[in-house]
């Protein structure tokens, strides 16, 4: 996959596909009820960090210049090693 398509898809998935799972896992929580204060963090945790594990690959590198850029392209300051 491209490096600008992965963004694409990044931006996708951060503006449409986070909200949808913020409000399932709203839903989700809220059909639990009520826990006790360690047990709903630990479900807030689980939650927080299980819908990025499927997509990391997706974000890895997404902070560095485009590397099938032409070097013309590319700042002089994102040239990096």
């Given amino acids: 996959m491209t490096y600008r398509r992965r963004k694409l898809l990044a931006l996708l998935v951060l503006v449409l596909g986070l909200p ?6 709203w839903v989700v929580v ?6 006790p ?7 807030y945790l689980v939650l927080g960090i299980v819908w990025v594990l499927p997509l ?3 974000f890895l590198g997404l902070g ?3 590397p099938d850029a032409p070097p013309a ?3 002089e300051d994102d040239r990096g090693p």
């Fill in 20 to 25: 949808g799972y913020v409000a399932v896992a």
């Fill in 30 to 35: 809220s059909a639990i009820g009520r826990q």
């Fill in 37 to 43: 204060l360690l047990v709903e963090v630990a479900i």
């Fill in 56 to 58: 990391r690959r997706l």
């Fill in 64 to 66: 560095r210049p485009d």
């Fill in 73 to 75: 392209e590319r700042r």
